[in-house]
């Protein structure tokens, strides 16, 4: 009798986490608007907004981001720079690997127009949850706000997943940055799942149950196959050199720290077992 597949659901947040560089601040460079961090950190202290939704309520409400309008958002997406191998990443979780199945969806604060562009034609737009603006048919300005995947957003989009899909809460792995990932964290954890930080920010350190720390987007497969699939570490290093990358450093701690070079060789194909 064949074993059944474990069906894994795969999140991740979006700024900082497959890119280098928060996506609020590239479109404030775009459109030349100054003191983009200062503003976000007022936010922060008057707590109008959840952290992580703090761009949305800028484009919504503030001056100089009210002259936001689609094409502004679309060209934020091109111009963001993306970590290392996500093709690589993605290609390989869409593959079922032996006795698994992932299904990987981006869930980010950032406007949902942003990270389609970034990662147009390497994550499928009807798996990208972010922010949804309504736009207004004639100015193009944007109206209203429709929903904003932070904080307690995030656990939303999880447990909306989860249902339509029919992944149980301890298959879920989720993948984040920074303080805005805290309460997704919280809740995937408090159910068995599996919490994975790409940053040493202190408040998620004593949360997520391991710290990747690479400019490299394939390395947040390093604990996956380790901890939760328990892949031996020959194994892992196969599969990275199936896809034209090396593992030159892997620090196996709670944090991993990875370094990851691509090899002269042409990519084989991913490992079947």
């Known amino acids: 009798m064949r074993t059944p597949l474990r069906h894994y659901l795969l999140a991740s947040d979006f700024d900082q986490t497959l890119s ?13 608007i100054e003191g983009f961090e200062a503003r976000v950190a007022g936010l922060g202290r008057s707590h109008l907004v959840q ?20 094409e502004h958002l ?13 093709p690589a990443l993605v290609d390989f979780i869409s593959h079922d690997t032996p ?27 009807e798996h990208i949850y972010g922010t949804e603006l309504e736009f207004d048919a004639q100015s193009g300005e944007v109206r209203s706000i ?15 997943l989860e249902h339509r899909l029919g992944i149980a809460p301890d ?30 920010n202190k408040q998620l350190a004593r949360i997520a149950q391991s710290t990747v720390v690479s400019d490299n987007a394939f390395s ?26 090396t593992l030159n450093g892997w620090e196996r701690d709670r944090t991993d720290r990875v370094q990851i070079s691509e090899l002269l060789a042409h990519p084989a194909e991913a490992i079947a077992g």
């Not at 429709?146 to 909306?160: C, L, Q, S, T």
């Open 20 to 32: 280098f560089k928060d996506s609020g601040m590239v479109l404030a460079e775009l459109l030349g």
């Open 51 to 70: 952290q992580g939704g703090e761009l949305a309520y800028l484009i919504r409400h503030d001056p100089e981001f009210r002259s936001v309008r689609r």
């Open 74 to 86: 679309q060209e934020t997406g091109r111009r963001i720079r993306l970590k290392h191998a996500i």
């Open 99 to 125: 006795g698994c199945r992932f299904d990987f969806f981006v869930i980010s604060a950032a406007p949902r127009e942003i990270v389609i562009s970034a990662l147009d034609g390497i994550v499928p737009p």
């Open 146 to 160: 429709k929903r904003v995947p932070a904080g307690y957003g995030k656990v939303a989009v999880i447990e909306e």
């Open 171 to 200: 298959r879920t792995i989720y993948v984040g940055d920074g303080s805005s990932d805290v309460h997704v964290m919280l809740h995937v954890n408090n159910r068995g799942g599996f919490t994975i930080a790409v940053s040493e």
């Open 220 to 245: 947040i497969l390093v604990p996956i196959l380790d901890q939760v699939l328990s892949w031996e570490t020959r194994r892992i290093r196969d599969l990275f050199e199936s896809y034209g990358l």
